[in-house]
C-alpha cells in the first residue's frame, strides 16, 4: 500500500532492519508466523500478495535484484530490507518438488549471504553471524559463509572462533589469508599478556 511503502522509505535506520530480521526468524521456526509475515511484506500497491509457491519464488528473486541494485548504490540499510523480505516469502513454501526445493534453497542461500554482508556494512555484527550461521545449515562448507561469520566474530573479539572458521574454510585465497593471519596475531597478543599476568601474579 501507499502508506506502507511510505512506511519502508521513511524507516531507514539499522535498529529498524533488525526488527525484520527478529520478525523472519521467528517466521522461519513457525508456520502461522510465516504466513503471517509474508503477508506484511510491503510490495507496489497494484501487485497481489504471491500464494503460490512459484509466486514466492519469483517475488523472492524480485526482491534479491531490488537488493542487488540498492548495495550497489552503497544503501545497506535498503538492500537488507529487500534480502530480509526475499527470505520471509521463501518461508511460505511448502510441499515442493524436489527440483523446486533445490531451486528454493539456492536462493535461500544467496539472500542469506548477501544479508549477512549487508550487517557487515552496517556493524551489525550479531545479526551478521546469525545469518551466516543460517547459510552454513543450507550449506555447511559455503566459503563465504564461514568468511564473513569469521570477520563479524573477529570485529566482536571472538578470536577463536572466527579462527574456527577460517581454519573450516581452508582456503588459500588472499582475503582468507589476510584475515587468519590478523586473527592469529591477535590471539598470539592476547596470550602474551595472559603471560605476562600471570607471571607477574605469581612472581
Known amino acids: 500500500s501507499t502508506q506502507s511503502t511510505g512506511k519502508f522509505l521513511s524507516d531507514s535506520a539499522p535498529e529498524y532492519v533488525a526488527l525484520l530480521e527478529e520478525k523472519r526468524v521467528a517466521a522461519e521456526k513457525a508456520r502461522l508466523e510465516a504466513e503471517e509475515a509474508q503477508k506484511k511484506v510491503s510490495h507496489s500497491s497494484n501487485v497481489d500478495v504471491p500464494r503460490t509457491n512459484k509466486q514466492r519464488l519469483a517475488a523472492a528473486e524480485r526482491q534479491k535484484k531490488g537488493g542487488t541494485i540498492a548495495f550497489k548504490d552503497l544503501d545497506y540499510t535498503s538492500a537488507a530490507k529487500h534480502f530480509v523480505d526475499g527470505l520471509a516469502l521463501l518461508a511460505g513454501c511448502r510441499d515442493l518438488s524436489d527440483d523446486a526445493d533445490k ?101
Do not use: H, W
Not at 550461521?133 to 578470536?159: M, Q
Open 103 to 203: 531451486e528454493v534453497k539456492a536462493l535461500k542461500l544467496a539472500l542469506l549471504l548477501n544479508v549477512s554482508q549487508c550487517f557487515l556494512k552496517l556493524k551489525m555484527y550479531k545479526k551478521a553471524i546469525d545469518n551466516s550461521t543460517e547459510a552454513l545449515v543450507v550449506d555447511a562448507s559455503n566459503s563465504k559463509a564461514l568468511f564473513r561469520r569469521a570477520t563479524a566474530r573477529e570485529a566482536i573479539g571472538e578470536l577463536d572462533e572466527a579462527l574456527a572458521d577460517l581454519k573450516r574454510a581452508a582456503s588459500e585465497d588472499g582475503p582468507f589469508v589476510r584475515l587468519r593471519t590478523r586473527v592469529e596475531a591477535r590471539i598470539a597478543q592476547r596470550e602474551a599478556k595472559e603471560k605476562a599476568m600471570y607471571a607477574r601474579m605469581f612472581s
